[in-house]
T-cell receptor, first 117, second 113 residues
Framework: DTGVSQNPRHKITKRGQNVTFRCDPI?????LYWYRQTLGQGPEFLTY????????KSRLLSDRFSAERPKGSFSTLEIQRTEQGDSAMYLC???????????????FGEGSRLTVL | AQSVTQLDSQVPVFEEAPVELRCNYS??????LFWYVQYPNQGLQLLLK??????LVESINGFEAEFNKSQTSFHLRKPSVHISDTAEYFC???????????FGRGTSLIVHP
């Protein structure tokens, strides 16, 4: 068990470019979350997967954001036509909870920091 | 809808002093409550949680939190802090009907020697 892995750790891009982040959760964790964190703020929910199904997506998430989790393993978060306001730390977390009920412990990766120039 | 308010953005204390980090939540249904800690240059990790049962929960490093339903609070306390407790602390709530934990903005605990 190597924990939740996120790549790349840092990404600097120019406004208007597309970026993609990858998250490898702890194996056999069926719940996977993406959060965004800006300076001085707590993690803000973006989207949630139960296995390969994307079950919830924040209403704050614009259509420039898309996430996938093929085969219920790793996940990718793509941001198209990046804007300066997209600059943030993108966090991935996974959980072994199954079925309804509390998520229990979320295991977080160290995050992918995006800077849009 | 669920939400979390962490009233203090920063709490400075001296080593060996007691500390309380405040957390209030808003939810119309039953809740599960969590405290996460983020040490410098590390990811968030669970400190303690309340799911059911005893309203007083403890962590392995001396922190405790008490679920108070009437006051909708889940304050985090430690009777004597160490320099190594310096970190960002996040309170989170998950309503009974939701799969999504909602986080507060965080409280920076700064322990001075």
């Amino acid at each position: 068990d190597t924990g939740v892995s996120q790549n790349p750790r840092h990404k600097i891009t120019k406004r208007g470019q597309n970026v993609t982040f990858r998250c490898d959760p702890i194996s056999e964790h069926n719940r996977l979350y993406w959060y965004r964190q800006t300076l001085g703020q707590g993690p803000e929910f973006l989207t949630y997967f139960q296995n390969e199904a994307q079950l919830e997506k924040s209403r704050l998430l614009s259509d420039r954001f898309s996430a996938e989790r093929p085969k219920g393993s790793f996940s990718t978060l793509e941001i198209q036509r990046t804007e300066q306001g997209d600059s943030a730390m993108y966090l991935c977390a996974s959980s072994s909870a199954s079925g309804p009920g509390p998520t229990g412990e979320l295991f977080f990766g160290e995050g992918s920091r995006l800077t849009v120039l | 809808a669920q939400s979390v308010t962490q009233l203090d953005s920063q709490v400075p204390v001296f080593e060996e002093a007691p500390v309380e980090l405040r957390c209030n939540y808003s939810s119309s249904v039953s809740v599960y409550l969590f405290w996460y800690v983020q040490y410098p240059n590390q990811g968030l990790q669970l400190l303690l949680k309340y799911l059911s049962g005893s309203t007083l929960v403890e962590s392995i490093n001396g922190f405790e939190a008490e679920f108070n339903k009437s006051q909708t609070s889940f304050h985090l306390r430690k009777p004597s802090v160490h320099i190594s407790d310096t970190a960002e602390y996040f309170c989170a709530v998950q309503s009974g009907g939701s799969y999504i934990p909602t986080f507060g903005r965080g409280t920076s605990l700064i322990v001075h020697p």
